[in-house]
């Protein structure tokens, strides 16, 4: 069984930057897909990020391209989330996700064989 920890997140002024980590355990987590999905109040959860088992390719929502970045260590089984240039619409709290299908399967379902605990970003204006 996968299992998921987060890390980072926490408070900043709307431009600046904040790290999101994932630590991941369990048999051939190397191989799954991962990513993140964050929800805001009273919104549902949407798609953020999502990255290959190999790293090779990633999978970026409009609203965060060109200032998110998504990368992974397949030694240290962590992926990470470098967030640039936040705005106060990022503020939600976000979700590590894990899953050995194709990661566009994933994004369109929405659904995830393993989940992390969340973290708060909270962007402020």
């Known amino acids: 069984q996968v299992q998921l920890v987060e890390s980072g997140g926490g408070l900043v002024q709307a431009g600046g930057s904040l790290l999101l980590s994932c630590a991941t355990s369990?048999?051939?987590?190397?191989?799954?897909?991962m990513g993140w999905f964050r929800q805001a109040p009273g919104k549902e959860r949407e798609f953020v990020v999502f990255?290959?088992?190999?790293?090779?390719?990633?999978y970026y929502a409009d609203s965060v391209k060109g200032r998110f970045t998504i990368s992974r260590d397949n030694v240290k089984n962590t992926v990470y989330l470098h967030m640039n240039k936040l705005l106060p619409e990022d503020t939600a709290v976000y979700y590590c996700?894990?899953?050995?299908?194709?990661?566009?399967?994933?994004?369109?379902?929405?659904?995830?064989?393993?989940w992390g605990q969340g973290r708060q970003v909270t962007v402020s204006s």
């Open positions: 990255i290959s088992w190999s790293g090779g390719t990633t």
């Open positions: 996700a894990a899953d050995p299908r194709d990661p566009v399967v994933i994004i369109t379902s929405g659904h995830a064989e393993a």
């Open positions: 369990g048999r051939n987590v190397g191989s799954y897909a």
